[in-house]
């Protein structure tokens, strides 16, 4: 194949879904925004609707696709380049570290591949440039036209980054290559639900935390929403026994490249630490109940990623057959849908899920309990004991659907009467007990604020303070607890602590993202102690470092919590009063 018609074709392949990240994001946020303002009741074990921390920028240039090998056109004489299993990869240098974008980790998971465990990358010959970030998993609505949302002026804009079922794509930065040193690995997941997202998000960058901790970071692109969660087993058979869960598995087959490669990056594929945020911590929750990512990793941080439960393969059946059903394809064809244009695919899984009202949670769309790939639900009825030997960080952000509720101006607003309407909308005929313990432990927040705290801890904090406990109860290696309550001066501090708000500082990315942290002294003073947190954490399996007290390990006594804030420390069970009346409410134990 000539380059011309390698180029070609490789523009081509991305044009499949040319719609920008920014439309899907827009609709997804507005939803959740519409839902909350709406006061509709969600079932309390599902969460809520997620959307991603921070925006992608710039649209990549696409690697080429086909079955057999591929050749890359060198990019010029300079930058790193290593060596990886299929192949060299040339990079960039940023602030001395090495930085390599779009590493394909896997094949392209269209036509024969689509609802397929993923299958290795064919080799190609020459240096092939990684220097722009590859395409996200397809995760827009076709022909949908974008909406302006407050969510968006808050994570930033984004700029039309390309989507394509070729996503099996990783990024990595690292302070050297091959030079003998074995350096922690940090393996991001993204959040964004398990329906959005992308790696390649700028507050994702992994500059800062690799230089200011010599480890090396990694951020992957994995399938996403129909793509990566339609459980087609008992429709397709056996060929499809996996398809319900092919997302996650995406995610283990990146790990399986870092085991295999990573060295050469000068890391260590011994100490592996694998966190995300949000959906993405929901994926650690996952991967930690999964026995093909057993021995993978070595440690595990859940940012706001409630998992206790998942899809009960009933459920994820029904919303197989309500995509069918969209599409008009016969109950058995399974083998059409690997036929149908992927535009099409995706207008009936948007229009499926608006019909059934699936969440994208634990009911369609998200990680199923197979009996095979994911045995049992990761922390419900207890945490899996599946790997009891991980030590791990879970934490979870002060007023978390702050950031959901940005849109909704009525909602900072509230009088009494406002605030009594809307938890009784949320909570039924416990509102009024919830509201009163509420208004009790803290006399002088206004009814806004007591609003978000029984919001965000029904859909957040009192699931991660129940995950937390389980996963201690194993009596394993330690779990580590925070509560991350540092208030954000934009929209005048009324978001206070909302969701998402802590990743810059895990990344040390607060000027970067200034637009959601403000910015700043105060902001970079805790970035500093917190990424040296997650650094301590990665390289020997505690969080302690002299910046902060000493982190002492929960439990389920005691519940001693990181509270992170401008005078960080240790507190016994903080939150008490609050976290009982809503454990209550959900009938969590």
């Not at 940005?406 to 416990?430: I, Q, S």
């Not at 406990?469 to 206070?496: I, S």
Request: net charge neutral.
């Amino acid at each position: 194949m000539s380059r011309k018609d390698n180029l070609l074709r490789r523009k081509q392949a991305v044009q499949d879904v040319r719609v920008s990240r920014r439309r899907f994001v827009q609709q997804t946020s507005l939803a959740a925004l519409a839902g909350a303002s709406g006061l509709g009741l969600l079932s309390a074990a599902s969460g809520c609707t997620e959307s991603t921390s921070e925006p992608n920028t710039d649209a990549a240039t696409q690697p080429a696709t086909g079955a057999g090998a591929e050749t890359q056109v060198d990019g010029g004489p300079s930058g790193p380049i290593a060596e990886t299993a299929t192949g060299k990869v040339r990079g960039a240098l940023t602030q001395g570290i090495a930085v390599f974008k779009g590493i394909p980790y896997g094949a392209d998971t269209g036509g024969a591949n689509r609802f397929k465990a993923p299958q290795p990358r064919a080799p190609w010959s020459g240096v092939r440039d990684a220097l722009e970030y590859g395409p996200s998993a397809p995760q827009s609505s076709p022909g949908v036209a974008p909406q302006d949302a407050a969510i968006t002026a808050l994570i930033g804009t984004l700029n039309g980054l390309p989507e394509s079922e070729d996503c099996l794509l990783l990024n990595v930065w690292t302070p050297a290559l091959d030079d003998g040193k074995k350096r922690p690995v940090m393996f991001w997941i993204h959040g964004g639900g398990f329906q959005a997202g992308s790696g390649s998000s700028p507050g994702y960058d992994g500059t800062n935390l690799a230089k200011r901790g010599d480890v090396v970071v990694v951020g992957i692109n994995h399938r996403l929403n129909v793509l990566g969660f339609m459980h087609l087993a008992t429709l397709g058979g056996a060929a499809y026994a996996e398809s319900g869960n092919v997302g996650m598995l995406d995610i283990v087959a990146a790990l399986r490249w870092v085991r295999d490669n990573i060295a050469r990056f000068g890391g260590d594929p011994a100490q592996v630490t694998i966190f995300g945020e949000s959906g993405g911590g929901r994926k650690v929750g996952t991967l930690l109940a999964m026995p093909s990512a057993k021995g993978l990793f070595a440690r595990a941080i859940i940012q706001s990623g409630p998992t206790l439960r998942v899809v009960p393969r009933e459920d994820a059946e029904k919303a197989a057959q309500a995509v069918l059903d969209e599409l008009q394809l016969p109950g058995g064809d399974v083998a059409a849908l690997q036929q149908v244009p992927l535009a099409q695919l995706m207008a009936a899984y948007f229009a499926a899920s608006r019909k059934n009202s699936f969440n994208h949670v634990v009911t369609g769309f998200a990680p199923v309990v197979d009996g095979s790939v994911l045995p049992e639900h990761p922390f419900s009825p207890a945490a899996s004991a599946l790997m009891p030997d991980v030590p791990l960080i879970a934490g979870t952000n002060r007023t978390e659907m702050a950031l959901q509720l940005a849109g909704d101006a009525g909602v900072f607003t509230l009088d009494e009467a406002g605030l009594t309407e809307r938890a009784r909308a949320l909570l039924g005929a416990r509102a009024d007990e919830v509201v009163a313990a509420y208004r009790s432990d803290l006399p002088a927040a206004s009814p806004s604020e007591l609003f978000l705290l029984i919001i965000s801890d029904q859909r957040y904090c009192a699931l991660m303070m129940t995950l937390a406990q389980r996963r201690a109860a194993l009596g394993g290696a330690p779990v580590y607890f925070y509560y991350f309550a540092w208030e954000t001066p934009v929209m005048e501090g009324k978001l206070h602590s909302p969701h998402a708000l802590e990743i810059s500082f895990v990344f040390d990315n607060t000027e970067r993202s200034s637009g959601f942290t403000g910015g700043g002294p105060r902001a970079a003073a805790l970035a500093d102690k917190m990424s040296d947190a997650w650094i301590a954490f990665a390289r020997t399996g505690s969080p302690d470092t002299p910046k902060l007290p000493a982190w002492t390990p929960y439990d389920g006594v005691r519940r001693p919590t990181m509270v992170f804030n401008d005078d960080s420390k240790v507190v016994d069970d903080p939150n008490k009063a609050r976290r009982e009346v809503m454990q209550s409410v959900l009938a969590l134990t």
